[in-house]
Nanobody
Framework: QVQLVESGGGLVQAGGSLRLSCAASGRTFSVYAMGWFRQAPGQEREFVAAISRNGGTFYADSVKGRFTISRDNAKNTVYLQMNSLKPEDTAVYYC?????????????????WGQGTQVTVSS
């Protein structure tokens, strides 16, 4: 069982930056691939970025070049650095963990989810 707690969301102007953190409980964080998803009001949850157990990364086209996912296994934490933010990035951002060996982008492949953190980008 893994518990995930996100932090770092907030209100930022367009062009600004935020760094989200996701702290995981348990001693086996390093065996999980991790992902970030987001959900805007009235829309489905969508994939943002993922990182494998070995540090391989994958990004949605909409955030590629602006967002960076990373992990610190010693701190049981995964991060999402978000730069050049746009109003369309406004959403609740969720951290998720999966036992999959490779990076996965599908919502249903993830086993554990955090409660989400709100990111609002003003124009």
């Amino acid at each position: 069982q893994v518990q995930l707690v996100e932090s770092g969301g907030g209100l930022v102007q367009a062009g600004g930056s935020l760094r989200l953190s996701c702290a995981a409980s348990g001693r086996t964080f390093s065996v999980y691939a991790m992902g970030w998803f987001r959900q805007a009001p009235g829309q489905e949850r969508e994939f943002v970025a993922a990182i494998s157990r070995n540090g391989g990364t994958f990004y949605a086209d909409s955030v590629k070049g602006r967002f960076t996912i990373s992990r610190d296994n010693a701190k049981n934490t995964v991060y999402l650095q978000m730069n050049s933010l746009k109003p369309e990035d406004t959403a609740v951002y969720y951290c998720a963990a999966t036992r999959a060996i490779v990076v996965v982008t599908t919502f249903s492949e993830y086993d554990y989810w955090g409660q989400g953190t709100q990111v609002t980008v003003s124009s």
